[in-house]
């Protein structure tokens, strides 16, 4: 039986960092460890990492993560770029796949927004990697056409979503060719086997013995000969979510498949091995892989989180602090710069500290900057990067404000407004905190408008304003 299987890992966690010092605090419950990127990292990132598993998979890391773990763990950061890279350098093509940076949700965000996203995710995994990544993880699998617009105009050829969210000929098996508008080329899509990820996700039982599970596996084969079968799950399950199991994906990877006939590939190595594909489209506008009414969980109550009713007045909040604080940017950099947009564009060569600002700058501007106004495109491009963590998805997920990451959100719009207020002397708060009055927790009544108070009050004690 001709059976080709890839395993795909999504590695993400919320941001963890204070807001203002961008430290990570000790966390209750991940002792012996002192937070749980810490945890996850001896539980899962670690033991996958030295025993090789990176250079099996496929795989994305959020950029975020990726950077405390250079930080924190520069050997197993080495271990999984070397895996990586040697796939690349044998065959001109990686097992590595881009994210976009924060892990918004890009079917709800601006296209500038999809734009920036996108290429600080490629600028991170090319200034990590040493190549340009074929394929990107869309967070949450979340996409619609204008998405894949942006993902094929920046020179990408495919992504992964799940099987819901294409619409094929009945019988039809992934990749698909997606038609995409404008005499733009067609888009690759893969989907991944919805029964066999979920079972590795969300059924322990049935990953406690690698050979029952090939077994199994074989067993459910029909008709896929000749197909790419894809395991799409969080790369945390392998030891972290699931403990131990980070041998099981060990024992597939090395030998344990293969003697059951099964060959290993990974959506980059099939799409150049095997260039024929099935024409399809996107089934509806805004789906994802982890809401059931499409993107509404990001967006406001729907029944995947009965109750948060805190989730739209935040959307709505970040959205007009987002264009105020774009406001206040164009207003000061159009003067200065030919595209004031490229330039944000570009500053992820500051966030992976291959430029300083000032040269990023030099390089961009239409004239030479004075101190003053150097200084002041600092503070602006340090609140642009706020204003898109502001949006990271992980703030919308659950059912209750009063948690980390929405509380985080709000302490990122904070540090965007009181940047864009140092740099302009513009102080829209009072405004801002009449909008984010509304979003409360339901369980302790925990409000955002007090949590972004304090943070503006830490910010400006630490700057001494």
């Not at 930080?71 to 976009?100: H, K, S, W």
């Not at 095997?274 to 109550?301: N, V, Y």
């Not at 990271?392 to 719009?413: K, L, V």
């Amino acid at each position: 039986m001709n059976l080709n299987l890839s395993i795909h890992g999504h590695f993400y966690q919320p941001p963890r960092e204070d807001p203002i010092s961008d430290y990570i605090p000790d966390e209750i419950g991940a002792e012996p460890y002192h937070n749980w990127n810490e945890r996850i990292m001896a539980e899962c990132y670690e033991p996958n990492a030295r025993v090789g598993n990176f250079g099996k998979i496929s795989f994305n890391i959020g950029p975020t993560l990726f950077n405390w773990m250079q930080q924190t763990f520069p050997d197993v950061t080495e271990l999984i770029v070397t895996q990586e890279r040697a796939n690349f350098e044998r065959d001109g093509y990686g097992n590595g796949m881009a994210q976009a940076y924060n892990h918004t949700i890009l079917p709800l965000a601006t296209r500038l927004d999809k734009i920036t996203q996108v290429r600080w995710g490629l600028g991170d995994f090319i200034y990590r990697f040493g190549h340009q990544p074929e394929g990107i993880w869309l967070p949450e699998t979340a996409a619609d056409t204008e998405t894949l617009c942006v993902l094929s105009d920046l020179g990408l050829k495919f992504t992964i979503l799940a099987p819901w969210q294409v619409s094929g000929e009945e019988g039809s098996r992934s990749p698909y060719s997606l038609e995409l508008p404008e005499g733009r080329p067609n888009f690759t899509v893969f989907t991944y086997d919805r029964d066999l990820s979920t079972q590795v996700s969300f059924l322990p039982e049935k990953t406690v013995n690698g050979d029952a599970f090939l077994y199994d596996l074989i067993a459910s084969n029909g008709g896929w000969e000749g197909f790419l079968r894809i395991i799409a799950s969080d790369g945390e399950l392998y030891g972290h979510h699931q403990p131990f199991r980070n041998y099981f994906l060990e024992y597939l990877l090395n030998g344990g498949a293969e003697k059951h006939g099964i060959t290993w590939s990974w959506p980059g190595k099939w799409l150049h091995e095997h260039p024929g594909e099935t024409r399809a489209g996107i089934l509806q506008e805004c789906s994802s892989w982890s809401c059931l009414h499409g993107c509404e969980r990001w967006a406001r109550e729907c029944d995947c989180t009965s109750g948060a009713n805190w989730k739209e007045p935040m959307r709505a909040a970040l959205n007009e602090i987002a264009e105020w604080v774009d406001t206040a940017y164009l207003d000061l950099a159009t003067p200065l710069f030919e595209d004031p947009w490229e330039l944000r564009h570009r500053y992820v060569d500051v966030l992976t500290g291959q430029k300083t600002t000032h040269d990023l700058c030099l390089e961009l501007s239409r004239r030479n900057l004075s101190p003053e106004l150097q200084g002041q495109m600092n503070q602006l491009l340090k609140a642009q990067y706020e204003r898109q963590r502001m949006f990271t998805s992980c703030g919308w997920f659950f059912d209750d404000f009063h948690r980390i990451e929405p509380q985080n959100n709000i302490a990122y719009a904070a540090n965007a407004v009181w940047m864009t207020q140092r740099a302009t002397g513009l102080d829209l708060s009072p405004v801002i905190m009449e909008l984010l009055k509304d979003v409360r927790s339901n369980r302790t009544g925990l409000r955002a408008d007090t949590i972004f108070s304090q943070t503006l009050m830490r910010a400006r004690a630490e700057t001494g304003a």
